[in-house]
């Protein structure tokens, strides 16, 4: 096992050079540049700024400059904000972006199985029907659709909760559910249908004829078994809370990473695109990691083993 | 049958409620289980034969139902325990195995656990003593080196290992019937025959009662003491092994015989398939459900269910079609040589 972890390790760094490559040299591809803007500036101060910043290097000089940069761990400076690194800017908005992300990703988990579990128990009752509207509507309507309509209603119009901020904990409630609503009911759909399918198994019936009560059945032999494609959606799925997201950041005013990501690329902040790419794939493939092993735990017949060198 | 049974099934109606309408798979099945015997229940697939035993242990999927009839074990008409009762005696009083030994063990819990679950279900025992008796069960069933083996997973397992799993969490809780739906049918001719014979020592030792389901006539043929023939959802023969495969008295039993190969007629035999295709159970036929596949049809057979008719040269069996009716023509082979005589 830690054979293999070392080995899945190994292999994301080479991941992640690929990544970082290929987000460097298309990068570089855009025209325009950090510099480049409307308001013309005075030709020596862009030759002085790119001299800088390097940008008049070659473009492979400045490829092995910006890999050692990273291998400390030292993504450079912003290219746009004078005084900032890029290492500062993740640090500055990775907390408010972490804090909704994990609260979403235990709303995905905590309402969304629950939620397959009593549709599947009620199969075409009320119950059934009225979770499976509910989460109809939640991944069809697009997340900023569902934050304004609840800005709206719970923040203007009852005043339960602020409009934007995050000064105390009322503050989490929009945003949070905003983030996870079309995830929790991708979730509650897909623990439906899987805890369906698993009830029709062979298996099923066995722990029945042996007189398990109810419960044991459902939760040892039925739920077990049905959260297997669960699980495979939930790694991308706890990449892409903790993330962020840029319009819902936008909508409540959340000083997270999202935005600065978005500004990066129209800003053509070279170092902010490239690091918070990097940060963001790296990010991904760990949960991709622990989904993986995560299998392991939950369906014995998965073997992870190192591939023969 | 001297002493009385340990299951009796009167009069069994099962249905399944489908878009097309009401399946009646199950249609007044009435058989008794004596304590101790091996009782075959034979027939083609859509008999009804296995539905009669979910019927039993009330295991049908959410569409089936039970619409009427009894099955009294040990007393007590299991129609009318509630589900908490009725949860008691699975696994504990009647013990169950399935046909497919691949899909019937849960993939992702050890087998050992499975068997242990079982006993502490029904037993006040502690964990590890329930683990103790899953070792002796597996040595029961004769699973290799049982105590390693506890831990292993279904995958690890080959099927005749797996039904073996199967069998010793069927018999984990010494139940006083047990029921095998096709226990062979998924394995490989040379496994089918060591989990034949590893039942019918069990049942040996441990003095059970079983049903055994099947559609395999050579398997009925060396285990059982009684045969149920199934058609169309009703039992159509029933009898003693020596008596029905030496005399059968319906045609479809008949043909039934005459559809399997027997190595003694030599290479060259055809065998006799039984024209035509088993009925449609949404609107089964008035009649007897053979009738439109039976060569001995007559008018009579289309118009209405024959009853049972005692067999009065054997006094166990019982066969449902019309040639048994007093004023019926007499055919050679349906009907006994002597019944023609007198």
């Given at each position: 096992?830690?054979?293999?972890?070392?080995?899945?390790?190994?292999?994301?760094?080479?991941?992640?050079?690929?990544?970082?490559?290929?987000?460097?040299?298309?990068?570089?591809?855009?025209?325009?540049?950090?510099?480049?803007?409307?308001?013309?500036?005075?030709?020596?101060?862009?030759?002085?700024?790119?001299?800088?910043?390097?940008?008049?290097?070659?473009?492979?000089?400045?490829?092995?400059?910006?890999?050692?940069?990273?291998?400390?761990?030292?993504?450079?400076?912003?290219?746009?904000?004078?005084?900032?690194?890029?290492?500062?800017?993740?640090?500055?908005?990775?907390?408010?972006?972490?804090?909704?992300?994990?609260?979403?990703?235990?709303?995905?988990?905590?309402?969304?199985?629950?939620?397959?579990?009593?549709?599947?128990?009620?199969?075409?009752?009320?119950?059934?029907?009225?979770?499976?509207?509910?989460?109809?509507?939640?991944?069809?309507?697009?997340?900023?659709?569902?934050?304004?309509?609840?800005?709206?209603?719970?923040?203007?119009?009852?005043?339960?909760?602020?409009?934007?901020?995050?000064?105390?904990?009322?503050?989490?409630?929009?945003?949070?559910?905003?983030?996870?609503?079309?995830?929790?009911?991708?979730?509650?759909?897909?623990?439906?249908?899987?805890?369906?399918?698993?009830?029709?198994?062979?298996?099923?019936?066995?722990?029945?004829?042996?007189?398990?009560?109810?419960?044991?059945?459902?939760?040892?032999?039925?739920?077990?078994?049905?959260?297997?494609?669960?699980?495979?959606?939930?790694?991308?799925?706890?990449?892409?809370?903790?993330?962020?997201?840029?319009?819902?950041?936008?909508?409540?005013?959340?000083?997270?990473?999202?935005?600065?990501?978005?500004?990066?690329?129209?800003?053509?902040?070279?170092?902010?695109?490239?690091?918070?790419?990097?940060?963001?794939?790296?990010?991904?493939?760990?949960?991709?990691?622990?989904?993986?092993?995560?299998?392991?735990?939950?369906?014995?017949?998965?073997?992870?083993?190192?591939?023969?060198? | 049958?001297?002493?009385?049974?340990?299951?009796?099934?009167?009069?069994?109606?099962?249905?399944?409620?489908?878009?097309?309408?009401?399946?009646?798979?199950?249609?007044?099945?009435?058989?008794?289980?004596?304590?101790?015997?091996?009782?075959?229940?034979?027939?083609?697939?859509?008999?009804?034969?296995?539905?009669?035993?979910?019927?039993?242990?009330?295991?049908?999927?959410?569409?089936?139902?039970?619409?009427?009839?009894?099955?009294?074990?040990?007393?007590?008409?299991?129609?009318?325990?509630?589900?908490?009762?009725?949860?008691?005696?699975?696994?504990?009083?009647?013990?169950?195995?399935?046909?497919?030994?691949?899909?019937?063990?849960?993939?992702?819990?050890?087998?050992?656990?499975?068997?242990?679950?079982?006993?502490?279900?029904?037993?006040?025992?502690?964990?590890?003593?329930?683990?103790?008796?899953?070792?002796?069960?597996?040595?029961?069933?004769?699973?290799?080196?049982?105590?390693?083996?506890?831990?292993?997973?279904p995958h690890e397992f080959s099927g005749g290992m797996r039904?073996?799993?199967?069998?010793?969490?069927?018999?984990?809780?010494?139940?006083?019937?047990?029921?095998?739906?096709?226990?062979?049918?998924?394995?490989?001719?040379?496994?089918?025959?060591?989990?034949?014979?590893?039942?019918?020592?069990?049942?040996?030792?441990?003095?059970?009662?079983?049903?055994?389901?099947?559609?395999?006539?050579?398997?009925?043929?060396?285990?059982?003491?009684?045969?149920?023939?199934?058609?169309?959802?009703?039992?159509?023969?029933?009898?003693?092994?020596?008596?029905?495969?030496?005399?059968?008295?319906?045609?479809?039993?008949?043909?039934?015989?005459?559809?399997?190969?027997?190595?003694?007629?030599?290479?060259?035999?055809?065998?006799?398939?039984?024209?035509?295709?088993?009925?449609?159970?949404?609107?089964?036929?008035?009649?007897?459900?053979?009738?439109?596949?039976?060569?001995?049809?007559?008018?009579?057979?289309?118009?209405?269910?024959?009853?049972?008719?005692?067999?009065a040269e054997a006094s166990d069996q019982t066969a449902r079609?019309?040639?048994?009716?007093?004023?019926?023509?007499?055919?050679?082979?349906?009907?006994?040589?002597?019944?023609?005589?007198?």
């Amino acid at each position: 096992m830690a054979g293999y972890v070392l080995q899945r390790l190994g292999q994301m760094l080479l991941t992640l050079l690929a990544i970082a490559t290929l987000t460097f040299f298309l990068m570089h591809a855009i025209p325009g540049g950090p510099f480049v803007s409307e308001r013309m500036l005075a030709p020596e101060i862009a030759t002085a700024l790119n001299d800088k910043f390097g940008l008049n290097d070659p473009i492979w000089l400045q490829y092995l400059n910006y890999l050692r940069g990273i291998l400390t761990f030292d993504l450079g400076p912003s290219f746009r904000y004078p005084g900032v690194t890029v290492n500062e800017m993740i640090a500055d908005g990775l907390p408010v972006t972490l804090r909704t992300g994990v609260l979403a990703v235990i709303c995905v988990v905590a309402l969304g199985v629950p939620m397959g579990i009593v549709a599947a128990l009620n199969r075409n009752k009320w119950p059934d029907t009225a979770v499976m509207m509910l989460a109809t509507i939640g991944v069809a309507i697009p997340s900023y659709v569902i934050a304004t309509i609840l800005l709206y209603v719970f923040a203007l119009r009852l005043g339960w909760v602020p409009t934007f901020g995050l000064d105390d904990w009322r503050g989490y409630i929009l945003p949070v559910f905003a983030l996870s609503g079309f995830w929790i009911s991708f979730v509650a759909r897909l623990a439906r249908s899987s805890l369906l399918e698993t009830f029709e198994q062979d298996y099923m019936t066995t722990a029945r004829a042996k007189g398990l009560r109810p419960g044991q059945v459902l939760f040892k032999h039925g739920l077990r078994n049905s959260l297997i494609p669960v699980v495979t959606v939930l790694g991308p799925v706890v990449a892409n809370l903790i993330t962020g997201s840029f319009v819902i950041e936008q909508i409540f005013a959340l000083p997270g990473i999202g935005r600065h990501f978005v500004l990066s690329i129209t800003n053509r902040d070279y170092t902010a695109i490239m690091g918070i790419t990097i940060f963001y794939a790296a990010l991904l493939m760990v949960m991709i990691l622990i989904v993986d092993l995560l299998y392991v735990w939950l369906d014995p017949r998965i073997k992870l083993r190192k591939t023969a060198q | 049958m001297s002493r009385p049974p340990i299951l009796s099934v009167r009069n069994l109606r099962t249905s399944f409620f489908a878009q097309r309408g009401e399946v009646q798979a199950v249609r007044g099945v009435s058989f008794d289980v004596a304590p101790g015997e091996i009782l075959g229940i034979v027939g083609e697939s859509g008999s009804g034969k296995s539905i009669t035993c979910m019927s039993i242990l009330r295991l049908l999927k959410s569409t089936g139902r039970i619409v009427d009839g009894q099955a009294i074990f040990d007393g007590q008409d299991l129609m009318e325990l509630d589900e908490n009762a009725m949860a008691d005696l699975r696994g504990n009083d009647i013990g169950m195995i399935f046909q497919d030994p691949m899909t019937s063990l849960n993939p992702t819990l050890s087998v050992g656990e499975q068997v242990v679950e079982t006993i502490i279900r029904h037993r006040r025992i502690s964990r590890a003593e329930a683990r103790k008796r899953a070792i002796e069960l597996f040595e029961l069933v004769r699973i290799p080196s049982a105590a390693q083996r506890l831990k292993s997973f279904p995958h690890e397992f080959s099927g005749g290992m797996r039904q073996r799993v199967m069998i010793a969490m069927a018999l984990s809780c010494d139940p006083k019937l047990l029921i095998a739906d096709e226990p062979t049918t998924a394995l490989d001719v040379t496994i089918q025959r060591q989990i034949l014979l590893l039942l019918k020592q069990l049942q040996n030792r441990l003095g059970m009662a079983v049903i055994l389901i099947t559609h395999d006539l050579g398997v009925i043929a060396e285990v059982t003491d009684r045969i149920v023939v199934m058609y169309g959802g009703m039992v159509m023969e029933q009898g003693s092994v020596t008596e029905l495969f030496a005399h059968p008295r319906h045609p479809y039993t008949q043909g039934l015989l005459r559809s399997v190969p027997d190595l003694r007629d030599g290479e060259h035999t055809r065998l006799t398939p039984i024209a035509g295709t088993p009925p449609d159970m949404i609107q089964p036929p008035p009649g007897c459900p053979f009738a439109p596949r039976c060569v001995h049809a007559m008018k009579q057979c289309d118009i209405a269910i024959p009853p049972l008719y005692p067999m009065a040269e054997a006094s166990d069996q019982t066969a449902r079609c019309w040639l048994h009716h007093a004023q019926a023509p007499r055919v050679a082979g349906v009907n006994a040589p002597t019944a023609e005589v007198a």
